[in-house]
């Protein structure tokens, strides 16, 4: 970020980045683009704020230097008008600010230091092909497909209502990914090759990633609701583990897009057990089902 005093053209204080190639505001966007210094009195929509006014008008080294004609000018001169909101920048964000700028730009260095599989020419693409079997794995149609199926052929009223269960788990999983991926809209990583097998419109969105919260739901219902030993147990935790650091090594994700898929994944199966479909509380869709 240029040095405030360096880039000065006219007055002190808040400082604006107007630039016409990069995100507005992102001081990781600022490279060549021209700094502004603009009078926190203006930048601020409504009313003085007092502390701004005491800077002003004695501790800012740059006003009692004289050297800017305009703060120089005195009160009666009108200010100048505000710059668009998207175009300022805070000298001092806050400290949320700047951890939340900070845990981004790790989070972009390190998922692209493990997207060793995002390309055939990458450092690790011969294993893209298994990990794009992973994809497979953990992708929405094979398992709306298989619980629809298993659906169709079972037999008792206990593997049906299971069944219930997990395709509700698996459209509700559906539903909310696109619903925060259509709200957040963080663009897929720039190194991910778009070469998935069926997508909807939203996957061209990264945040959260729909494989993890479907790794995480998935493998807490088996783990819940199948009796399995103690080897397969620990196969399940390790295909959703792999299944999320696969989605970040083949460049579709970076990391906080599959960690915060684990999290989600794990409490949408909170809110499907809350919820949990029965034969008493939904007796119209088991009536139903059984009709077919
Ligand atoms: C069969 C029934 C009852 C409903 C069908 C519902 C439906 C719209 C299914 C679409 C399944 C589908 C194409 C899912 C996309 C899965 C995917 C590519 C997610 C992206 O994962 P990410 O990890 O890259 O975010």
Request: some cysteine; proline content about 8%.
């Amino acid at each position: 970020m240029p040095s405030p005093r360096r880039s000065v053209e006219g007055r002190p204080l808040g400082v604006s980045a107007s630039s016409s190639s990069g995100s507005p505001g992102s001081p990781a966007h600022g490279g060549g683009s021209r700094f502004e210094f603009q009078s926190l009195l203006s930048s601020r929509a409504t009313g003085v704020d007092p502390a701004c006014a005491r800077l002003r008008a004695s501790e800012s080294p740059v006003h009692c230097r004289g050297s800017f004609p305009q703060a120089a000018a005195g009160p009666s001169q009108a200010p100048p008008p505000p710059l668009p909101e998207e175009d300022r920048m805070d000298l001092n964000p806050s400290f949320l600010g700047i951890a939340l700028r900070s845990l981004l730009a790790i989070d972009l260095w390190l998922s692209k230091k493990l997207g060793v599989c995002a390309g055939e020419s990458s450092s690790w693409g011969s294993v893209r092909p298994l990990m794009k079997l992973l994809e497979i794995s953990g992708h929405g149609i094979p398992w709306l497909v298989g619980t629809l199926y298993c659906l169709c052929r079972s037999d008792s009223w206990a593997g049906r209502e299971v069944l219930m269960n997990l395709l509700f788990a698996l459209l509700l999983d559906l539903l909310l990914v696109a619903l925060i991926k259509g709200l957040v809209r963080r663009r897929r990583p720039a190194h991910n090759q778009m070469d998935m097998f069926v997508t909807l419109s939203v996957d061209k969105y990264s945040f959260p990633s729909g494989h993890a919260t479907r790794a995480a739901l998935m493998s807490r219902f088996i783990l819940n609701h199948l009796v399995l030993a103690i080897p397969l147990r620990v196969l399940v935790v390790l295909w959703a583990f792999v299944l999320g650091l696969s989605r970040v090594m083949l460049g579709r994700h970076n990391v906080t897009d599959v960690a915060f898929g684990f999290f989600l994944g794990y409490m949408q199966y909170s809110i499907v057990d809350y919820c949990w479909l029965s034969p008493h509380n939904a007796p119209v869709l088991f009536l139903l089902w059984s009709q077919q």
